[in-house]
């Protein structure tokens, strides 16, 4: 069974830095798509960030490009976001995402429960 678990977020000032970590488990993450993807309250589902499986290896939502760093520990079979330099905006209940096919994409397979970030001013 495939399960993703995530963990790492909380309050932090904006300006500040988090990282999530996402523990996998049922699959190897070096054998899958995997990312990152955010929904803040109101809004729709927005990709973060995602390692493919295809030759454009990871890529970036235009909103976190330059400050967010994705990557992976296929030994320890887990995923990590790095956020720095966070603003308010970055509030959102960030989740897990991990599929078979070679890229990320809004209908994932596997999605964990969510780590919630809230950026204060």
């Known amino acids: 069974e495939v399960q993703l678990v995530e963990s790492g977020g909380g309050p932090v000032q904006a300006g500040g830095s988090l990282r999530l970590s996402c523990v996998a488990s049922?699959?190897?993450?070096?054998?899958?798509?995997i990312g990152w993807f955010r929904q803040a309250p109101g809004k729709e589902r927005e990709g973060v960030a995602c390692?493919?499986?295809?030759?454009?290896?990871?890529y970036y939502g235009g909103s976190v490009k330059g400050r967010f760093n994705i990557s992976s520990d296929n030994a320890r079979n887990e995923l990590y976001l790095q956020m720095n330099s966070l603003k308010p905006e970055d509030t959102a209940v960030y989740y897990c995402?991990?599929?078979?096919?070679?890229?990320?994409?809004?209908?994932?397979?596997?999605w964990g429960k969510g780590t919630l970030v809230n950026v204060s001013s």
């Open positions: 995402v991990a599929d078979r096919g070679l890229r990320c994409y809004p209908g994932m397979r596997y």
């Open positions: 049922g699959f190897s993450v070096g054998d899958y798509a």
């Open positions: 390692i493919s499986k295809s030759e454009a290896g990871t």
